[in-house]
């Protein structure tokens, strides 16, 4: 009988060792996640350095330029986006109205959608443009963008990217006309059109028009991006963005 006594506080005894053990490696865990979390916390807020703001910077819109480049790229990028779909050239607006009143729709149609196929194929090369921009992005440009209108970065890409943009675009924007037939289908409605008594003949420079609209399409994904990184908490998604817009957010309250 002793015995059994024995062994029963035995028992009893690492039973008790073992749930205290368990008890403090739980509360180990939540004092290490309480502490994690504070330490982000205080990681996250402050005045960021200089260099810090440079780094926060070009994160955040090598992500947005990525985001919305590859966008526009894939098929239907253009042409199911309502803000940056192409439509007929300003000049050749009359002539789908006059060729879809005489039933040539499909005619209209074929033309939109080469225009927009061209500009998809155009866009996979934007990224790298974009990128080489944010690589050569000074600390001084960084902070203006950072510290400056909702559209700071988009102005940016503009001024330092339309040239090159323009010049890459171009080419591929010719082959890829001629490859989707959209110089045929252009070429046949602006005929279709010009055979028609009493009308001011049309004729427009296709990859001048579809190289200007991608461009502009392209600038137009980039500033959504940028909307999105300033206004929205959840977009911020590393410790240094976090910090970097914060600190954003207080200056311009």
Sequence with gaps: MKKINILSASLAMLVFASLNVSAQIKLSDIFKKVTEKQGTTTAATGTPSTFEIGQGIKEALQIGVSAGADRLSLKDGFLGNLAVKILMP???????????????????????????????????????????????????????????????????????????????????????????????????????????????????????????????GLFIEVAKEELKIRGNLSSRSTTLLQKVFGYADKKKI
């Design 90 to 216: 300003p000049e050749a607006q009359k002539v789908e109205k006059t060729l879809r009143s005489i039933g040539l729709n499909k005619l209209c149609d074929n033309v939109i959608v080469s225009l927009n196929r061209a500009a998809e194929d155009a866009a996979t090369e934007a990224k790298p443009i974009f990128i080489s921009a944010i690589k050569q992005m000074t600390l001084t440009d960084a902070t203006n963008i950072l510290l400056g209108n909702n559209d700071a970065a988009t102005e940016y890409f503009k001024r330092v990217t339309t040239a090159q943009l323009i010049q890459k675009f171009s080419p591929i924007v010719t082959t890829s006309l001629n490859k989707v037939n959209a110089t045929k289908y252009y070429g046949d409605l602006t005929m279709q059109y010009n055979r028609l008594p009493l009308v001011k003949p049309v004729n427009t420079n296709l990859t001048e028009y579809v190289t200007q609209k991608a461009i502009d």
